[in-house]
């Protein structure tokens, strides 16, 4: 679909109205209830677009361990993954593939093309009931026409799959500012980072003296 021009929110949209079982439906302890309908999105259509194993690839060491004392792991940087081809049989052509990740890197460039605005909130804010991705539409019928952020399952699938829930990104970003202001006040010291402010002046004004 990607070689005949589909791009991947459009695949998306078409393995959810086809029923395709989502990856997410495949674990075990999967459950939403409010979620109406089980969709796709464009993060798990890229995944699967962009992994070698479909060609017959193993790729190990993604991720590593931070310490052996602990669970926690951290991703290794794409360079120092270990890679092994031809290990089983491919289910993709390898040219088709290849082709594909071509495709994909030319419409990243034009993504963040210049004048592109990547929105504060992009891939961040989720909708409180059904899980999805808040998208960012321009409501120019306002009076003061603003940018607001919308339910992406309810944008792309109408009621069937969430309510419209929707919040101007100012007001969203008033809201947060708020949250982190109530943050700092419970766990901030300002007497003592007012004085680490004061320090920090001095010597920078000490050294212009130097200087001078």
């Not at 999805?132 to 699938?157: E, H, N, Q, V």
Request: aromatic residues 8%; hydrophobic residues 35%.
């Amino acid at each position: 679909m990607v070689t005949e021009g589909f791009g991947k929110q459009k695949i998306a949209k078409i393995l959810t109205d086809e029923g395709y079982p989502t990856p997410a439906e495949s674990k075990r302890n999967y459950a939403n209830p409010s979620q109406k309908i089980k969709m796709w999105n464009s993060n798990a259509v890229h995944r699967i677009l962009t992994n070698e194993v479909y060609i017959g690839t193993v790729v190990q060491h993604k991720r590593k361990k931070v310490s052996y004392k602990v669970k926690k792991v951290k991703d290794v940087p794409e360079e120092e993954w270990i890679k092994k081809t031809h290990m089983h049989e491919p289910i993709i052509d390898e040219n088709i593939f290849w082709q594909v990740q071509d495709i994909i890197q030319e419409r990243a460039k034009l993504k963040f093309r210049q004048g592109h605005v990547t929105h504060l909130f992009s891939g961040k804010a989720k909708c409180g009931d059904c899980g999805s991705y808040m998208g960012y539409f321009y409501d120019k019928d306002r009076k003061a026409p603003c940018w607001k952020l919308i339910c992406g399952a309810f944008r792309k699938y109408g009621s069937k799959a969430c309510t419209m829930h929707s919040i101007p990104e100012e007001k969203l970003k008033q809201i947060v500012l708020g949250d982190l202001k109530s943050i700092a006040n419970e766990i901030v010291d300002f007497n003592e980072l007012t004085k680490i402010a004061e320090d920090s002046i001095e010597e920078k004004h000490i050294e212009q003296k130097k200087r001078i």
